[in-house]
Nanobody, 123 residues
Framework: QVQLVESGGGLVQAGGSLRLSCAAS????????MGWYRQAPGKQRELVAT???????NYAESAKGRFTISRDNAKNTVYLQMNSLKPEDTAVYYC?????????????????WGQGTQVTVSS
C-alpha cells in the first residue's frame, strides 16, 4: 500500500504565498510522475503541475510564472510553491503520484492520490 499525505494548505490573502508538501510512504519501489491537481467547488479536477523523477516539469497556463513544483526523490516528497495567489486559486489541492510497487517477483505501476488540502485565497 502507498499513502500520500499533503500538508501546507490554509487561508491566505490575495498576493500571498503558500507552500504545499506531499510525502509518499509505504511499499515503494520507485516514483515516476508526481503532481498537483486542484478542484474548486462545482468544477472538475484540473492539472496544476507535474514533475518527473528527472525533474522535468509541466504547468497549467494558470500556474505558469506563479507556481513552482519541485521534488526530493530521497524523501519521496513533492512540493508546490505558490506565489501571487489569487482568489480563483481557491480549491482543494490534491497530490498525485505514479508509483512502481513490488508485486511478487516483479513490480507493478499504480496511480495514487492524497486526501487533499484546502487552499483559500481571500480578496
Amino acid at each position: 500500500q502507498v499513502q500520500l499525505v499533503e500538508s501546507g494548505g490554509g487561508l491566505v490573502q490575495a498576493g500571498g504565498s503558500l507552500r504545499l508538501s506531499c510525502a509518499a510512504s509505504g511499499s515503494i519501489f520507485s516514483i515516476n510522475f508526481m503532481g498537483w491537481y486542484r478542484q474548486a467547488p462545482g468544477k472538475q479536477r484540473e492539472l496544476v503541475a507535474t514533475i518527473t523523477s528527472g525533474g522535468l516539469t509541466n504547468y497549467a497556463e494558470s500556474a505558469k510564472g506563479r507556481f513552482t513544483i519541485s521534488r526530493d526523490n530521497a524523501k519521496n516528497t513533492v512540493y508546490l510553491q505558490m506565489n501571487s495567489l489569487k482568489p480563483e486559486d481557491t480549491a482543494v489541492y490534491y497530490c498525485n503520484a505514479e508509483v512502481r510497487v513490488p508485486y511478487g517477483l516483479r513490480t507493478s505501476v499504480g496511480d495514487y492520490w492524497g486526501q487533499g488540502t484546502q487552499v483559500t485565497v481571500s480578496s
